[in-house]
């Protein structure tokens, strides 16, 4: 006798389905520019810290609240082979009007035709350029699906043991593409959300542009930065968590 299906699976089976022949129905698209913004929770990141008492983390809370309150904008430039991340705008100022900065360097590019990536980037003070072979995480799709900034999506699970971050990402298949924000792609569609840590970090898409053509990157006229792959970049990282760790200190350049 076979198992009966319950209504829940059916309906997400049902809008599954849909996700799919919509993008089929409509011509999937090509190109275009998406405009992230990222969130922080600074409870939920701080629940990371085994090592702190309620006394420290309040304490945490109230010092890094005006840090965490503070949202940035990243555009995601795309077509069907390449894409190209970085900050909407290099100058930014800050929500009450105080202060002016410029942001690092942000340069994060991927050839998905050739497999490789090359990033040009500021990793904790230093420049480096980062050049390898693309390596996406192991993503176990799901049958949930939601609205993201007007495109019906589908979620996506990953695990980071390096950084041991559990990703939820929501991806749409109206797009010929693989890619998202930040370094997150390798799904069959576009990431218009990922979120860390059960709402830690928060990269969701505000609007999307597909009448605007890939802008390559315009890198600075003398690149400087030492050369490293992605074993090099993966060794900063862990040194980087490790040395926080033996300092009792959340690493929280990783969020």
């Not at 299906?5 to 022949?21: K, W």
């Not at 340069?107 to 980062?130: C, M």
Request: proline residues 2%; neutral net charge.
């Amino acid at each position: 006798m076979g198992r009966l299906i319950s209504n829940n699976t059916m309906r997400n089976l049902i809008i599954v389905c849909l996700v799919f022949v919509s993008g089929l129905v409509q011509g999937q698209k090509t190109s275009g520019r998406i405009i992230y913004e990222t969130s922080r929770d600074i409870a939920k990141t701080l629940a990371k810290a085994k090592f702190l008492s309620k006394e420290e983390k309040d304490r945490e809370s109230e010092t890094m609240k005006n840090w965490f309150s503070q949202k940035t904008k990243y555009a995601l430039n795309f077509t069907e082979k390449k894409s190209f991340y970085t900050f909407e705008n290099q100058q930014e100022t800050t929500e009450d009007g105080s202060f002016n900065y410029t942001h690092d360097d942000l340069y994060l590019t991927r050839d998905f035709e050739k497999g490789t990536y090359f990033d040009y980037q500021n990793v904790l003070g230093k420049t480096y350029i980062v050049e390898d072979s693309l390596n996406a995480y192991n993503w176990k799709i799901m049958n949930d699906v939601k609205d993201v900034a007007g495109y019906i999506c589908m979620k996506a699970l990953a695990y980071d043991a390096l950084k041991d971050q559990k990703i939820e990402a929501w991806f749409c298949t109206d797009f010929v593409t693989s890619s998202g924000p930040d370094r997150f792609y390798g799904l069959p569609g576009v990431i218009l959300e990922v979120t860390l840590d059960d709402g830690a970090y928060v990269i969701s898409a505000l609007s999307v542009d597909t009448n605007s053509a890939l802008e390559y990157p315009k890198l600075p006229k003398k690149v400087k930065g030492k050369k490293i792959n992605t074993t090099g970049y993966s060794k900063i990282i862990a040194d980087y968590i490790k040395q926080s760790e033996a300092m009792h200190r959340l690493p929280w350049w990783l969020y």
